[in-house]
Each structure stands twice: as C-alpha cells, then as structure tokens.
C-alpha cells in the first residue's frame, strides 16, 4: 500500500486569519481540499488519512464528501505537538495497513507538489528506505545564532531546502518515533520527520522535488499560490509548458 498522512493542524496563526489557513478558499476550494486532490488524483496512492485540531475533524468530514475525496480513510485528532500529531496519524494507518506500507508524510498547506515527485518519494522509499524531497537553495544561506551576526556562509551549491512529502515504510518510521518518544528530550527542536531520522543517527536519502512546492503559510503565500493556479490554467488553455498531470493518470 502507498498511504499519505496529510497533516492539516495548523492554528493560521502567522496568516492573521480568523480561521486555520488550511481552510481558506482559493478558486472556490479550501487549502487542504486542493491538497488532497493532488493524492485523490494520483494513480500509485490507495489510502489518505488526514491529522488535525479535533474541533474541525466534523467539518473535515463534510468538505471530504463534498469534494468526493474517496481515499479517504481516517481523519484523525491531532495531538499536543506536530510530531505527536503525525504520530497519531501514523499510528492509525498502522492499524489497518501492514508495516511495509509506504507512507508520505505531507503538510495540509502544500498544495503544489508534482506528480512526478510523488512518484519520486514512492521510488525513493523502494530504493533507500526513505525519501526527503529537496530542492536546490538559489540563495545563499547564511548561519547565524543571534540573528545579528552572519557566523558561517555554506557553500551554495550544498545547500537545500527541504519540503514534502517525506516517505518511509510504515513500520519503520512508527519505530523511530518511539525511539524518539522514549527519551527525556521527545520531539524538541525535531521540526520535521528528516530531522527525527537524523537524530537518531538514520541516514536520510533525498529525492529531487518541483519549484512551487511553497507552503502557505503568511499572506503573500495566498498571492502566490493564486498565480501558480492561473499559470497552470494559462499552459492548459494554450498548450504550452509541461504535460498536464491529469494526462499522466490512466
């Protein structure tokens, strides 16, 4: 089985918005709606489980059917941090699916990611173990403790940013969390799955993902997750660009 975890339990603080962002409308539909379609769409993904703040799971509900997202198989409540929210929603896949399920961990509000770097995580998985998407940092990065003083500039050209999905087996990425959740410190300073493998001491395999795979989180986000939609709508209605995804799907 290939399973996405779609974790949507963010509060919307840093939009200003008076509802959680994964829930504003852009073109009619909410944030995480457009989200899940991108699974929803995709050939090789048979399962969807979605983790957030327990208020909205009713609402969930309603948008899930009417939308038609099928795959849907769980919407499950969040728990006191992101970590332990993923975990929630790992665990709950766990249940009804067998340990060497692939599962691709994804935020609510990135509802840019390709097709192919879909395909990508599921590969990736297959071939490493695990598959973190990236992609290539065209700005430099500067390090500094104080946000006063540049300390370190790494070299451009080793420098990432990474995204989402972030795939494992099932099985094995429960079992890191509990490693993780077992010691004193449990989810401090992890602010991704990347950086809990990599807290203890796992090698994290990177796959290569799309330019636009932004995660709206402030208002200038909105904007330009608005002029990928009509950029898209322009290379449907002219022809140009790249295929279509929806052409990819049998």
Known sequence: ????????????????????????????????????????????????????????????????????????????????????SIYNGLKKAQSENPDDSIVLIHDGVRPWVSYDTICNNIEGVKQNGNAITCTPCFETILMSTTGKTVETVPYRKDTYAAQAPQSFYLGEIIADHDKVRATENRYDNLVDSCTLIKSIGKEAHMVEGNRGNIKVTTPEDVYMYRALIQYRENEQAFGIGSTPDILKQK
């Open 1 to 84: 089985m290939n399973i996405a975890v779609i974790f949507a339990g963010g509060s919307g603080v840093r939009m200003g918005a008076g509802i959680p962002k994964q829930f504003l409308e852009i073109n009619g539909k909410p944030i995480i709606v457009h989200t899940l379609e991108l699974f929803e769409n995709h050939n090789d993904i048979d399962k969807i489980y979605i983790v957030m703040l327990k208020d909205y799971i009713p609402y969930m509900s309603k948008l899930v059917k009417k939308f038609a997202i099928s795959k849907v198989c769980g919407i499950v409540e969040g728990g006191e941090t992101g970590q332990d």
